[in-house]
């Protein structure tokens, strides 16, 4: 059975700083990976999408990297913001089509 | 263009009420997705509907009844509600294809008394 962690389960960092978020799978067999964003009280937006094939991806201060074999992914925030503060949740499309969800990383960046 | 909505947002129950959570999304989606969410959890599916006129069970369908209405919409009903099913749900679209991502609502925060 697949399962999906994030380690740490919060983060607190100064403006400014570049950060990495963690992001673990169990089974490698995945057709995707997505990295979202929660803020309190709100939906979850898509902030990247990784395909199997791919090794990682970009938008604007975001990166996202997947390591299939190993089972990793890391999104990385540069030059982070207070804007930035919410929640970063993982999810793996696994084998049966469906997304398997971390329980997030609770992020906080001080100003 | 208003994406994925659901209705309500908010929605206090006591125990053994019913209700009908709405969802609906303007993207031509085929699948649709009912998720709850719980502190310090992932999401877990509840209900899933691959295309119209189709439903499937998730994680976590104990005590959930869903309906896809029509292309557009899909509703999730408690039909006698239970503290354990406080939480927040959401609804989530997503086009045909394997590789395509889901797209969600605001959500519903749902508290059972």
């Known amino acids: 059975k697949q399962e999906v962690t994030q380690i740490p389960a919060a983060l607190s960092v100064p403006e400014g700083e570049n950060l990495v978020l963690n992001c673990s799978f169990t089974?490698?067999?995945?057709?995707?990976l997505q990295w979202f964003r929660q803020d309190p009280g709100k939906g979850l937006t898509s902030l990247l999408l990784?395909?199997?094939s791919q090794r990682e991806q970009t938008s604007g201060r975001l990166n996202a990297s997947l390591d299939k074999s190993s089972g990793r992914s890391t999104l990385y925030i540069a030059a982070s913001q207070p804007g930035d503060s919410a929640t970063y949740l993982c999810a793996v499309r696994d084998s049966n089509y469906q997304l398997i969800w971390g329980a997030g990383t609770k992020l906080i960046i001080k100003p | 263009n208003a994406g994925v909505t659901q209705t309500p947002k908010f929605q206090v129950l006591k125990t053994g009420q019913s209700m009908t959570l709405q969802c609906a999304q303007d993207m031509n989606h085929n699948s649709m997705y009912w998720y709850r969410q719980d502190p310090g959890m992932g999401l877990r599916l509840i209900y899933y509907s691959a295309s119209e006129g189709t439903t499937d069970k998730g994680e976590v369908p104990n005590g959930y009844n869903v309906s896809r209405l029509n292309k557009r919409e899909f509703s999730l009903r408690l039909e006698s509600a239970a503290p354990s099913q406080t939480s927040v749900y959401f609804c989530a679209s997503r086009a045909a294809g394997s590789y395509n991502e889901q797209f969600f609502g605001p959500g519903t925060r749902l508290t059972v008394l």
């Open positions: 990784i395909q199997s």
């Open positions: 089974d490698s067999a995945i057709y995707n």
